[in-house]
């Protein structure tokens, strides 16, 4: 089994930057790629960004493009979500996954191991 615990949320206004971090711990070893989702108040969880063992590949939502960036330290087995330019829209529950293989994945029922959740609130 694998542990993830995220930490970071907070509440912030928009325009400034948050840094999420979502450490693993247990079985570290099936924690290959990993990702960040999150659920918005009344809607769906959706796909924010993932990124393989490596780091070598990444990839993220649209809606985030440009303005967050994830990345991963396997020596602390700690993946970030380093979010800038927030946007009240940004508001959720964020939510950090992951499962034993290395190919990115962007649907949720992927991923086996997940955190439990952290809140990011942008006021306007």
């Known amino acids: 089994q694998v542990q993830l615990v995220e930490s970071g949320g907070g509440l912030v206004q928009a325009g400034d930057s948050l840094r999420l971090s979502c450490a693993a711990s247990?079985?570290?070893?099936?924690?290959?790629?990993m990702a960040w989702f999150r659920q918005p108040p009344g809607k769906e969880q959706e796909f924010v960004a993932g990124i393989t063992r490596s780091g070598a590949a990444t990839a993220y939502a649209d809606s985030v493009k440009g303005r967050f960036t994830i990345s991963r330290d396997n020596a602390k087995n700690t993946v970030y979500l380093q979010m800038n330019s927030l946007k009240p829209e940004d508001t959720a529950i964020y939510y950090c996954?992951?499962?034993?293989?290395?190919?990115?994945?962007?649907?949720?029922?992927?991923?086996?191991?997940w955190g439990q959740g952290t809140q990011v609130t942008v006021s306007s």
């Open positions: 247990g079985r570290t070893d099936s924690a290959y790629v």
């Open positions: 996954a992951t499962e034993r293989t290395d190919v990115l994945k962007r649907v949720a029922r992927d991923f086996n191991y």
